[in-house]
């Protein structure tokens, strides 16, 4: 996974509460045997509604998804995250996560930014009226700014979850990291016990 400091960007106005991950990405495109090629199922059965804020121009090669509280509720599936980030998002704002969501994101690369309600509903409608207004989220300093509303806000990040952003360590990395370790500890067991080789 790569390592992820601070996210610039413009962002999508998902103004919708509850969305589950079957909305996020639909049951028909997990019977892919690859890991490429979801953000084509992305809302693929809202996509089909012309008005859908995904199919406005306007709104073409932002880089944070701004949705309603309850985001990605529902199943674990990890294909909503990997549908987003194949988009092109970096982060998402929410005023609140499914727990599964949340931890597949962070497993993944995707930063969950949760805010108030209240600043939820203001970055909605300032997106909205501006869709160029410039957001930064900062995962070392865990704040969100957007400087054209006067506005910096902390978001909650837990310390490991953080250090995995900032170093771009995924479960693989992480293990990794204590090769040495492991290679010591295989070399050391009893020849009658399995062997990771």
């Known amino acids: 996974m790569e390592a992820v400091q601070i996210v610039t960007g413009t962002a999508v106005p998902l103004d919708r509460s509850d969305v589950d991950t079957d909305q996020i990405i639909?049951?028909?495109?997990?019977?892919?045997v690859e890991r490429t090629g979801f953000e084509k199922g992305l809302f693929s059965e809202w996509r089909d509604d012309r008005d859908f804020v995904l199919n406005k121009e306007e709104y073409v090669g932002a880089?944070?998804?701004v949705a309603g509280p309850n985001f990605g509720t529902g199943s674990s599936r990890e294909h909503a995250v990997w549908a987003i980030q194949q988009y092109g998002f970096r982060a998402v704002i929410s005023p609140r996560f499914g727990d599964i969501f949340r931890n597949n994101a962070a497993k993944n690369g995707?930063?969950?930014v949760v805010v108030s309600a209240?600043?939820?509903?203001?970055?909605?409608?300032?997106?909205?009226a501006d869709p160029t207004l410039e957001l930064t989220i900062d995962?070392?300093?865990r704040t969100l700014e957007?400087?054209?509303l006067d506005l910096e806000v902390e978001f909650p990040l837990d310390g490991s979850v953080q250090h995995r952003f900032l170093e771009g360590l995924d479960d693989i990395g992480i293990t990794l990291r204590r090769a040495d370790d492991i290679t010591t500890y295989e070399t050391?067991?009893?020849e009658w016990l399995?062997?990771?080789s």
Do not use: F, H, N, Y
């Not at 639909?26 to 892919?32: I, R, V």
């Open 146 to 148: 957007v400087p054209a």
């Open 188 to 190: 050391t067991r009893p």
């Open 139 to 141: 995962v070392a300093r």
């Open 194 to 196: 399995p062997t990771t």
């Open 118 to 128: 209240e600043v939820g509903e203001r970055l909605l409608a300032a997106i909205e």
């Open 26 to 32: 639909p049951s028909d495109w997990l019977k892919q």
């Open 110 to 112: 995707l930063v969950p």
């Open 63 to 65: 880089t944070i998804l």
